[in-house]
């Protein structure tokens, strides 16, 4: 527990939500992947405009759940993927662990999302198949042009939405854009599951593979009639069955009880999103001479305050002296964290994420977080920060 008085997070699971959590425990006996799952995935989906949503145990685990998909969709393993550089860790290394052939791309100054002319210099020459974009601290990616390249250069679009729940963009939800997208309801996102994560897609086929993936990579969840057809091939009877695996899984499972929660967090995502909006506004405008992320987004489901300072180990200090939590800017660059460099070079045309790496904190916006907390942040970041911009 931290000793923090404006946290960076805080739960979203209110008393009423316990009560009846543990009203339901009490009555229940079967807690594990069942009708609570199915139907929290169905609102899931239809909350995020796709066709199919599959509830898993983790953010990292949706997107390993994806990575394997897509895999097992195209029975390849070397498949060409551009990743964005200023992520979280779990969004690159699955793909990483999985062998795809990955390249790094920079970040916008913009955004923090992807760098649109250097994704269209590299699709030029590494042509890649997939495109992995996230939705930085929920600040939409320029989704405009990404979706007019992956046209223009046949790539699919997979949409790390971790950051981003309920944001919106000319009403058009993030989560809604890719291929594939995972979404993560671990504690302090804009909603929770305790740990939790999801994965949507409108691909019926790349459904049908994840549901087994998901699950051992087992015959028991996938489609009737694909069973059928799968069993007649390889001459599978009744009893056999019961223990077929058809794709190479792991077990990314959650539970009824997460599901649960699930389902009453998600009427809760409009409200909340409005809430973290209004609070980013407010930090905008007391920040107004540091750099501020500017966003394609009407609607930011701001998951914290990013900016960028010279002086960051002193702000950090100086807040943690006034009992303010913050933190770098997620992960900076990827690049150059331990475990890429043990195993690849610098990429040398990461600049601005270079720049996020070395300078990049972000404030507390959650919740509850009261308007007075804001105002008394900013006092205290202003008081000691030294503003820094990309290109200086
Ligand atoms: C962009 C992004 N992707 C993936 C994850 C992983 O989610 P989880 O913590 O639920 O594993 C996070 C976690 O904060 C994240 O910020």
């Known amino acids: 527990m931290s000793n ?23 009555k229940n006996d079967y807690y594990t992947k069942g009708k609570l799952t199915l139907k929290f995935e169905q609102e899931f989906a239809k909350k995020l405009q796709n066709k199919f949503s599959i509830f898993v145990n983790s953010g990292s685990s949706a997107n390993l759940l994806i990575a394997k998909g ?42 923090l999302g992807l760098d649109v002319i250097k994704l269209e210099n590299i699709c030029k020459t590494f042509k890649p198949e997939y495109v992995c974009v996230v939705h930085v601290l929920g600040h939409l990616n320029n989704m405009q042009k990404i979706i007019q390249l992956s046209k223009k250069y046949k790539f699919r679009i997979i949409e790390d939405n971790c950051e981003a729940i309920g944001s919106h963009h000319k009403k058009k939800i993030s989560g809604s854009y890719g291929f594939a997208s995972s979404c993560s309801f671990y504690y302090g996102h804009q909603i929770t599951t305790i740990e ?9 086929k790349l459904n049908e593979i994840m549901i087994s993936v998901r699950s051992h990579g087992w015959a028991r969840d996938i489609n009737k009639n694909i069973k059928k057809k799968y069993e007649k091939k390889y001459k599978i009877d009744e009893v056999r069955s019961l223990y077929t695996f058809y794709y190479s899984g792991f077990n990314l499972r959650s539970t009824e009880v997460n599901a649960k ?7 809760k995502i409009k409200k ?17 001479d540091f750099w501020i992320q500017n966003s394609n ?3 930011i489901s701001s998951f914290g305050y990013g900016t960028l300072v010279k002086n960051r ?9 006034n009992k303010i939590e913050s933190r770098p800017l997620i992960c900076g660059n990827i690049g150059l964290q331990p475990v890429w460099l043990k ?31 804001v105002e008394f942040v900013c006092k205290i970041f202003k008081k000691i920060a030294r503003p820094i911009f990309f290109n200086t």
């Open 313 to 321: 180990t002193e702000v950090y200090k100086e807040l943690k002296k």
């Open 196 to 204: 939790g994560g999801m994965v949507s897609t409108n691909d019926k």
């Open 261 to 267: 929660l699930g389902l009453s967090q998600i009427k």
């Open 343 to 373: 195993k690849y070079n610098k990429q040398k045309n990461l600049q601005n994420a270079d720049v996020v790496h070395n300078h990049g904190i972000y404030l507390p916006i959650h919740y509850n977080i009261k308007d007075k907390d």
């Open 4 to 26: 923090y008085k404006i946290k960076l997070a805080e739960n979203t699971i209110d008393k009423s939500e316990k009560n009846n959590l543990s009203n339901w425990i009490k």
């Open 272 to 288: 909340i999103a409005l809430k973290r909006n209004k609070i980013f506004k407010l930090y905008s405008k007391y920040l107004k």
């Open 70 to 111: 897509i895999q097992e969709l195209h029975k390849k393993k070397k498949i060409k993927i551009v990743l964005p550089s200023v992520s979280w860790i779990t969004t690159v290394m699955p793909f990483e662990q999985l062998g795809y052939d990955i390249k790094l791309l920079d970040c916008s100054t913009y955004d």
């Open 297 to 299: 987004t009407d609607l």
